[in-house]
Every structure is written in structure tokens, then in C-alpha cells.
């Protein structure tokens, strides 16, 4: 595939949430791209994914912010409570008031909502060819073009790479070669219920994050309502490498116990949960090199703990594309251009997820010096304090 005017093509490994919306981006701006994928079919499994005003303030740029909005859900408030006391330790309003504040809408959305806004995108646009059944497992940059080479032997050539193959990326590898992730010892187990299978005393139109020691439990409708995500965490020595592997509840309970009644009646309405092992990389600031470059969870793999991931994707892609269209003939000064703007971004969001997470599982002196430092704030303190990361893009 080439463009109208027989340029190459951008080449685009992985079609997650951060190469589908990549994809749509750079086509916006008239560039031809193809996606490869490794899996059968583009789809995402899992949860919910919370979008805060900042995905919206990228999403206007591409023309996406109204279709993110259609299956989403708009939460009156984010409310944390003391899992053992189930006192509150402070509620910050996510609706009108926090709209006014950032000029954008905190949502919660299904991860296959996020990725089927975008696939749509790029099914509508002609300028991007999507391939499944496409491993990348190698490149070589020849200065002028790139050749990858999928896992069947063949070799495709490109005007430049894009690796958004994830936390475990390959490509990383070859182009910073800092080894494995770092496990954080945090097990993360996910479900979504039906609402009908949600008892009504515990159903929340809220975003509930339930604080104990070492564990916290999050809670919030889905899909317009008719869905309910939770989301347990906890320390564990468990480690199984990659994610969403089947979970072992007798050791959810073990560590959930002698929390509130709201959070363990919650916790036995699942049957199958899926588990995901939390990883994360130390921030780096150089993860481009000539024509390819990282974005999205292969260049900064972050905890979720500031629920970010899938909107620092968003915000990569959209700067890349406006990068690119800005000087198309010099693709490696781009990508420079890219990274520069972003590193400090996304780093200071994998610093702060880590900060965020020690707070969330606070326990002893820790969780009373939270208590007093979070109790009594006013919504505009509260947000004064999110403004770095809400405020941005
Ligand atoms: C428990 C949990 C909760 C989260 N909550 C939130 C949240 O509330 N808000 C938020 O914004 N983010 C959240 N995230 C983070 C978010 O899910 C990720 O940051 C986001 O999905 C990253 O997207 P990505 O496209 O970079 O990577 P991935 O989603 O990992 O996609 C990579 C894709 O590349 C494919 N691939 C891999 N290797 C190859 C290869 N060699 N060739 C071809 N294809 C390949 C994979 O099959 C996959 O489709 C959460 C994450 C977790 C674990």
C-alpha cells in the first residue's frame, strides 16, 4: 500500500489502543499507514478505563472527543473511603463542576469502547490498512525507509516505524534495550458485572475507590450504566509474566479480609475474575531512533494508579501525527520532536502513579496523615492538585 503520490507508508506494530488511534491520527493528516497486529482479530479484553479531561482535550484534536462520549459514563463523583472504617476520606465532584474547572469531561468508558471508537476511525478512513494475524519481529532502518519483518518471514517496507506493541515491546529492545519490566509486586484482578447482577444497595453512580492496607478496591458503572467494573489490588509475591491470566480467588479473599461488608459482598457477586500483574519501566527520554520510535505502553509502561495509560497513548499519537505533518521530509527530526515533547509528560505520570499507589494503600500512621492531609479539602483544592496532569495537552 502507498499513499496517492506513491509515498511509503508509516508502519505501525501493534493495534491496541495506542496504534489505532496512532493510525487514525497520521491519516488524518494524509499519511498512509498500515497496522500490523500479532492477534486473530482487533479486539481488546478487560475492563473499565477512566479518561480524564485531558484524553478529551487530545480526542477534539482528532475529531473523536462525541464518539468517546456515546457508550461512556459520566460519574457524579470520585469518592475514597477507608476500606476498614468505611469513613470517607474525601469526595471530589466529576460532573458539571469538574467540566467547569478543565474545560473537559472526566468519563468512564469499557476498554472495547476506547479501541472500538478507534478502530471505526480507521475502518472509515481509507488512507489505513489494518492486518491481523501480523507479528513484528524484527526491523532494520536503511535512513530513508524502514523493512519490518513479520513473524511468516515476509518483509514489508516502510516510510518509518511505530512500536505501540505494548509493555513487553520488542522493538524497545533493539532501540533502548532496558531489558524486562519491573514487576511491583501489586496484582490487579478485574471483572465487569451486568447491572441487573449488581445488588441495588451496592450500586454507585460514583467512581468508589475503597482504600485498605496494601489492597484498594475500585468500583464504577459502565457502557451508559447497563455494565459495573471492579477492580481489586493488592501486594502479592505472585508473579506470572505478561497479564489477564485467570485469577485465584482464595487469595483475593485472603487479603481483602475483615474490609467493610459493601466491599466483600461486592467481591462474592464474581465468578471469574482475570488477573493482571502490575509492571513498569523507569521514565526514559530518548526512545526514538532515526525513522522509529516508541509510543504508548513501549515507551512508558506506568501503573495504573492515576488511570493514565490509555490516555498518554492518546495524547503520544496525537502530538506525533502534528510532529510528522509538520516536517514530513524529515522524519527522524519528528520523531525528535516528539519525544522531546513528550518525555517529561509521560514521565512525571510513571513517578506519580508509584506515589499515588504507596498513598491508596496506606496503612497505620501513613493512612491517618492521608486522612488528615485529604479530609476537609475543598473541590477546588483538590483539583488545584490535579491540575498538572488534567490541565495538560
Ligand atoms: C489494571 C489496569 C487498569 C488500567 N486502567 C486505566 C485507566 O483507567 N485509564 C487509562 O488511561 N489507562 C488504564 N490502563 C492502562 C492502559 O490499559 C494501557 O496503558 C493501554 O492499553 C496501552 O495501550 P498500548 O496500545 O500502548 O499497549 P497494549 O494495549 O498493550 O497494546 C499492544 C498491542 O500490540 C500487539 N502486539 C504486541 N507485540 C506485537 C508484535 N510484535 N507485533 C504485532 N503486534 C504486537 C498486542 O497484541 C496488542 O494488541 C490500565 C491498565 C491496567 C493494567
Known sequence: MAG????????????GIGGLVTAYALA??????????????????????????????????????????????IPNNLEMRDALSGEIITSIPLGDQMKARFGEPYAVTHRADIHGVYLKACQSNNL???????????????GDAVTIRLESGEEVRGRALIACDGMWSRIREKIV?????????????RAVLKREEV?????????????????????YPLR????????????SDRYVEGWNAEADSEELFARFKGERPEVLRLLERIETWRMWVLCDREPIKEWSKGNVTLLGDAAHPMLQYLAQGACMATEDAV????????????????????????????G???????????????????????????????AAQSYDGMAWLYGGM
Open 177 to 189: 534495550g532496558d531489558g524486562k519490566p519491573r514487576v511491583s509486586g501489586h496484582i490487579a484482578y
Open 4 to 15: 496517492t503520490n506513491g509515498e511509503l507508508p508509516f508502519l505501525v506494530a501493534g493495534g
Open 128 to 142: 489505513v490498512s489494518l492486518e491481523t494475524r501480523r507479528r513484528v519481529d524484527d526491523f532494520e532502518d536503511h
Open 199 to 219: 445488588p441495588d444497595d451496592l450500586w454507585r453512580p460514583d467512581v468508589v475507590l475503597w482504600a485498605g492496607p496494601k489492597t484498594h478496591f475500585v468500583h
Open 28 to 73: 488524518l493528516k494524509g499519511f498512509p499507514v498500515r497496522v500490523f497486529e500479532q492477534a486473530e482479530e482487533f479486539k481488546e479484553l478487560g475492563a473499565g478505563i477512566q479518561l480524564g479531561p485531558n484524553i478529551f482535550r487530545a480526542l477534539k484534536r482528532i475529531g473523536l472527543d462525541h464518539s468517546m462520549l456515546d457508550d461512556a459514563w
Open 319 to 346: 502530538c506525533l501525527a502534528e510532529k510528522v505533518a509538520a516536517q514530513p521530509k524529515d522524519i527522524p527530526a519528528a520523531f525528535q520532536a516528539y519525544q522531546q515533547q513528550r518525555y517529561l509528560r509521560t
Open 348 to 378: 512525571q505520570v510513571q513517578i506519580m502513579a508509584r506515589v499515588y499507589g504507596e498513598f491508596y494503600h496506606a496503612r497505620g500512621v501513613a493512612a491517618e496523615l492521608r486522612y488528615n492531609m485529604l479530609h476537609g479539602r475543598t
Open 224 to 235: 451508559r450504566g447497563t455494565l459495573y467494573n471492579l477492580v481489586a489490588v493488592f501486594h
